[in-house]
């Protein structure tokens, strides 16, 4: 069984910074890439960043020198450190992974940045 439970949000001001977590059950983390995505009111979900088991990273344009993601093989973890957040990172933030022919989301933590 596949749990991923994301934590950090709230609520910020423009040019601070957060760190979300999400951490992940079962036994499949430490093979896999992990990836955020968010979705903003009335938009469509959309990728953020991703880890691979090796550690490289990709990066959304939209955040590319902003944010970091990482990741924790021992606590089954990732995180993404985000800073000078912009009130359009406004979003929900999702944890998401594929393994096997399933994918994973997790319930979202709220990110809410005011101007």
């Known amino acids: 069984q596949v749990q991923l439970v994301e934590s950090g949000g709230g609520l910020v001001q423009a040019g601070g910074s957060l760190r979300l977590s999400c951490a992940a059950s079962g036994s499949f983390f430490s093979n896999n890439a992990m990836v955020w995505y968010r979705q903003a009111p009335g938009s469509e979900r959309e990728f953020v960043a991703s880890i691979t088991s090796g550690g490289s990273t990709m990066y959304a344009d939209s955040v590319k020198g902003r944010f970091i993601i990482s990741r924790d093989n021992a606590k089954n973890t990732i995180y993404l450190q985000m800073n000078s957040l912009k009130p359009e990172d406004t979003a929900v933030y999702y944890c998401?992974?594929?393994?096997?022919?399933?994918?994973?989301w997790g319930q979202g933590t709220q990110v809410t940045v005011s101007s």
């Open positions: 998401y992974v594929r393994w096997g022919p399933s994918n994973y």
